[in-house]
């Protein structure tokens, strides 16, 4: 399996970023690790393993990016209008160093992908950019970082405002109507999957309702008991991706 490892300096971050990439051709998929994840999460969790015969076979390449949640939505020592703005140069840093890095492949489907935070960050990032994505496959995601669930609380501590809207799927995405983006959001193949037993079973339940609202095509998979883990994740990604 070809494995390439590229480091450079974003102008956007100032700071340098780190990928690591797997494979050789076929479908592009945009890999955001967990909350507490790095660039070579998904290779220590076996989530590479689990797709390395769709690798091998030129089928999929997979990108698998840093998340810099610790910069972003956790940098709780930051105000939250400051954790937004440091995770908009994430997005720019994306599209514009990643996804042109990754147009090397010249294959025409784009997948974005990742698991707990990293769902989020895939699929705001497809929501928000519909256009440049053929799916989305998301893992145990939690679309609206402001909820307070169990032990999980408001990533922005109350603030509000429109960067927070934009930057909410199940926010903005009702508000959409006539939009240039449900157009391509219906084009977009979108895989939801969520635990029983996970805290934002409700979450995801409202977006895919969201979703159906607005004739919005999707799949959303309920998996038995509290499916975050990687065991689960891996068997999501043979299954999904």
Not at 24 to 47: C, I, N, Q, S, W
Not at 156 to 167: A, E, I, K, Q, T
């Amino acid at each position: 399996m070809n494995r390439e490892y590229h480091r450079w300096y974003s102008p956007r971050l100032h700071r340098d970023m780190e990928l690591l990439v797997f494979g050789h051709a076929g479908a592009k998929v945009l890999m955001f690790p967990t909350r507490d994840g790095r660039f070579f999460e998904y290779e220590e969790l076996g989530l590479v393993a689990s797709l390395s015969d769709k690798i091998t076979a030129g089928h999929l390449q997979l990108y698998c990016v840093d998340g810099l949640a610790r910069e972003t939505f956790y940098a709780s020592h930051w105000h939250p209008a400051d954790r937004l703005r440091r995770h908009e140069a994430f997005e720019a840093y994306i599209l514009d160093e990643v996804l042109p890095l990754m147009a090397r492949n010249p294959h025409d489907c784009t997948i974005a992908q990742g698991c707990s935070l990293g769902a989020f960050q895939a699929a705001n990032l497809v929501f928000r950019h519909p256009h440049l994505f053929r799916k989305l496959a998301a893992f145990s995601g939690r679309y609206d970082l402001t909820l307070k669930v169990e032990s999980f609380g408001d990533l922005l501590d109350g603030y509000y405002d429109d960067s927070v809207y934009f930057h909410t799927p199940s926010h903005f995405l009702p508000g959409l109507s006539g939009d240039w983006r449900l157009d391509r959001l219906r084009q977009v193949e979108i895989v939801l999957t969520i635990g029983n037993a996970d805290p934002f079973l409700d979450n995801n339940r409202h977006l895919s309702q969201v979703l159906a609202e607005k004739g919005v095509g999707h799949q959303m998979h309920v998996w038995d008991g509290r499916a975050h883990r990687a065991g689960a994740w891996r068997r999501m990604a043979a299954l999904y991706i």
